[in-house]
């Protein structure tokens, strides 16, 4: 059981030099999970002296006021033999023999992150003792509660103190170690107070009594000790310090744990709770305790890191890989993204994405529209077609037909065509740009890379807007080519009227009737209608083959020809990456790194069983 105790010591450690102590809501935290033991008690009440007395070593910083102001994470690891030893996780490689220099370097580290002033910071000092005379134990000293403020500390310093109190000990999995003095009403002890409050039942309270031999005469300590007068889950434990006369001579800690012991023994008050009271008792209590805590969280644990890796690798996929050092890696980089965006960008025209039906529906419901909306039979009306053929003969009346008329007539309601010509392609130039909008907030990619969808979609777009003046020739060159050339086999396959069709014998004033005009009219628009039901066809794939298929084929090639170009500082500058998602990224990598570190250890030690 003992390598259970080692195994959360060990992921403490990790999450310790990660930062991971509860502070980052914003990502999971394995710290809180983990089973812990954190220390409470009012100032003056004997807290130091507890932890001292479990280590068997002088090592606490003291003095008057606030003097613990950072959590001291302790862990305590039980060696078969050898010279005891401490090391501080912010000084690895540093081991300290001497206790006195512990205490030194604790009271430094804190000033360290809290200045010399009197603040307090919720950041942790973690230190590891390695003694053959501990139990293995970690446990978690928090700054000691107060009532008042003193000098040089802001008046907030009573909450604040209480507030990280309660962040770690409302915790489900953090066991409650309340230090009381007993020569104190107990109803006036912080730490009871404060332990009721996030523990209502005392289900995983232990109260401890410190201060029993300095109780005035004629008073003991008996009723608490006993459960009587305030009941917890666990039997109440009663220690007894040093005095400060016997901190001031340094008296041996081993003598003063066997003066503890005969102190419970001898004592008529007490004599027979002595096996269960001392300082030894209880950190052989706790480390039994922590051990069962433990082995009961171990499948929650595994659910938590399990759950967690797959959120932590979900994120990670979604920031993207880190920026590539070299120039080969830069480019191969953007174009791999570029790929990725001309990819989802075919998805959409494609049907895989929505979309591009949207094109298709332009040719097959705004074309035929528009094209409907022009009304060649009003622009072939009476007046227009007697105007146009008049004209046409200039000062000589044409002999038979009026040739000219026609064409002129054919002529001038066909270039009308090309406002739904030119719109059409706009409608799809406008769609194909929408599409590329969506393609790059689409590009996960692109995200990680500010500048690079800068530049991307600008490139793109000057493409489209490339391909549409390309198409728009070609397509007004579709109506023109119906004006340039009229198809004659269908004015010879017109029924021929002689009287009505232009006799010469005729005068001229009867060549213009209303019924010959009219049937002109009529000849003309149908054949404007042929043409234009012809155009309806051919419109679509000028478009579809000028824009939508060049778009496909070609959208990024201009932009990769100046890729090619480029120096490694301004392919370094296309993949200017936001700071703040390089830190989240580094943060998430060490992160998914101490948890799948976590579910090798606790996979070994279960598995090993």
């Known amino acids: 059981m003992e390598t259970l105790i080692s195994l959360v010591n060990k992921i403490q450690r990790a999450c310790t030099a990660l930062g991971d102590h509860g502070e980052d809501n914003t990502l999971p935290t394995l710290w809180e999970a983990l089973p812990s033991i954190a220390v409470v008690g009012g100032q003056s009440s004997g807290k130091s002296s507890v932890l001292e007395s479990i280590v068997g070593k002088d090592f606490l910083p003291r003095g008057a006021g606030i003097v613990t102001r950072r959590p001291l994470v302790l862990q305590l690891h039980k060696i078969d033999e050898g010279r005891e030893y401490a090391e501080f996780m912010h000084l690895p ?7 006195a220099a512990v ?76 230090i009381s003095p007993a020569n104190q009403d107990l109803a006036t002890s912080d730490a009871i107070k404060i332990s009721r409050e996030v523990d209502p039942r005392g289900e995983r309270t232990f109260g401890v009594l410190t201060k029993i031999d300095l109780m005035d005469k004629g008073t003991d300590a008996v009723d608490i000790l006993e459960g009587k007068s305030y009941k917890l889950q666990f ?76 959120e932590l690798e979900t994120e990670l996929s979604r920031l993207g890989r880190p920026v590539a050092t070299d120039a080969g890696g830069k480019l191969y980089m953007i174009m791999e993204i570029c790929r990725s965006f001309d990819q989802i960008f075919k998805e959409h025209l494609d049907g895989t994405r929505s979309g591009g039906d949207k094109i298709y529906n332009v040719f097959d419901n705004q074309l035929p529209a528009a094209l409907k909306r022009l009304q060649f039979d009003k622009h072939l009306s009476m007046d227009n077609v007697r105007k146009l053929i008049t004209e046409a003969d200039g000062y000589q009346p044409h002999l038979i037909a009026p040739e000219q008329g026609y064409r002129r007539l054919i002529e001038s309601t066909l270039v009308t065509i090309r406002g739904p010509a030119e719109a059409a392609v706009d409608a799809v130039h406008a769609i194909l740009k929408d599409l590329v909008h969506k393609s790059i907030s689409e590009t996960m990619e692109l995200k990680q890379y500010p500048t690079l969808r800068v530049e991307v979609s600008a490139a793109a777009v000057d493409s489209l807007d490339r391909m549409r003046e390309e198409s728009k020739k070609a397509t007004l060159q579709l109506v023109d080519m119906e004006s340039s050339y009229l198809t004659v086999e269908f004015f010879r396959k017109l029924p021929q009227d002689a009287e009505k069709g232009g006799n010469p014998t005729h005068s001229i004033f009867d060549r213009y009737n209303d019924s010959y005009l009219r049937r002109i009219g009529s000849n003309v628009l149908a054949y404007v209608n042929m043409v234009c039901a012809s155009l309806r066809n051919s419109i679509p794939k000028s478009v579809v083959y000028c824009q939508v298929r060049e778009a496909k084929r070609s959208l990024l090639d201009y932009f990769f020809a100046e890729l090619g170009k480029k120096e490694t500082r301004q392919l370094s500058s296309l993949l200017d990456e936001d700071p703040a998602v390089m830190q989240r990224r580094t943060l998430l990598g060490k992160r998914l790194e101490l948890y799948r570190s976590a579910q090798a250890d606790i996979d070994a030690v279960t598995w090993g069983k």
């Open 235 to 310: 039997p109440w434990i009663g220690v007894v310090n040093r005095s400060q006369a016997d901190i001031n001579k340094s008296v041996d800690m081993i003598a003063a744990r066997r003066r503890e012991r005969e102190y419970f023994q001898n004592s008529p008050e007490y004599g027979h709770l002595a096996s269960r009271m001392g300082s030894e008792h209880l950190g052989k209590m706790l480390s039994k305790h922590l051990e069962q805590v433990i082995k009961s969280r171990i499948p929650g644990l595994q659910s938590l890191i399990s759950k967690t890796i797959n």
């Open 93 to 99: 490689r540093k081991k300290f023999t001497d206790f």
């Open 103 to 178: 205490r030194k370097e604790i009271a430094d580290e804190t000033d360290r992150e809290t200045g010399r002033s009197k603040q307090i910071s919720s950041v942790p000092i973690h230190l590891s003792i390695f003694s053959p005379n501990v139990v293995n134990l970690t446990l978690v000293d928090l700054p000691g509660l107060t009532k008042v403020a003193v000098e040089g500390q802001p008046e907030s310093i009573v909450h604040d103190i209480e507030n990280m109190v309660r962040s770690y000990i409302e915790k489900p999995n953090c066991i409650i170690l309340a």
